[in-house]
């Protein structure tokens, strides 16, 4: 009495079983994977690369299928594509080393999905080194202020003339007395400036300046030469000279 329940009942479980993997069969047959992409085509180490797994949808049929993204470099991705918004099935992934890939989209069996439609899809991409950042430019540093002197450089009896100064290169004069006498200890000038002194006459002077100066007081500039026949400025006694 027991053998036909136990047949019966086996009979009913290989039937349910077929029409699970039928159904499953027509689910997997619903998405086919149709063409891989990948931005940018080449690429620098370190760069992410946007990869896009494209796949069509039998109208009125499921969603669930398995995807497997190969990234040729040994390591790889399984997606199970199970909603609209999967598709298409995007990842980002980063080389860490140089060398050319070759980047596959294979249907794949993913958990209990069987494996999308299609052929395997693929891409080669080449990845270099990424060129080292180029420093900016070094800002070249300050010169360093020039000293300028100041009421305490002259020495006693010496008065500083102001309107010597120069910003530039901190020369200056110190003016005297006609009966200034050369100090005792000289004026310790910043290179390049060189210590001068001018101790006889009226209008003594020490202090700083250029070498190519001289060691006399600063030069004035001469007065033009007037040509011959030109008749004196308004104001001028000279006579006008005859030619």
Do not use: H
């Not at 080449?42 to 398995?66: D, H, M, P, S, Y």
């Not at 540093?141 to 010496?158: E, I, K, R, S």
């Not at 009226?202 to 007037?226: E, F, K, V």
């Amino acid at each position: 009495m027991r053998t036909p329940v136990s047949r019966r009942s086996a009979r009913l479980g290989w039937l349910a079983a077929c029409a699970s993997s039928l159904l499953l069969a027509g689910t997997a047959s619903a998405q086919t994977l149709t063409s891989l992409r990948l931005e940018p085509g080449t690429a620098t180490v370190g760069q992410e690369i946007r990869i896009t797994a494209q796949l069509e949808v039998a109208e009125k049929a499921g969603i669930n299928c398995g995807l497997r993204i190969v990234y040729g470099d040994g390591k790889s991705v399984d997606l199970r594509i199970t909603k609209d918004s999967d598709m298409p099935a995007v990842v980002r992934y980063t080389f860490t080393r140089p060398g050319t890939f070759t980047v596959s989209a294979e249907p794949k069996i993913v958990g209990i999905a069987l494996p999308c439609s299609g052929k395997t899809q693929k891409q080669v991409i080449t990845v270099t080194e990424a060129k080292p950042a180029q420093p900016y430019p070094a800002t070249p540093a300050a010169p360093p202020a020039v000293p300028l002197p100041d009421a305490t450089t002259c020495p006693w009896g010496w008065n500083l003339n102001r309107a010597s100064i120069n910003p530039r290169t901190g020369a200056f004069v110190c003016n005297g007395t006609a009966d200034s006498v050369a100090p005792t200890e000289k004026l310790q000038c910043a290179a390049p400036l060189a210590y001068f002194e001018q101790l006889t006459g009226a209008n003594r002077q020490i202090g700083c300046r250029l070498p190519n100066q001289g060691s006399g007081p600063p030069s004035r500039p001469a007065t033009p030469a007037t040509p011959a026949g030109t008749p004196p400025a308004a104001g001028s006694n000279a006579p006008p000279k005859k030619s």
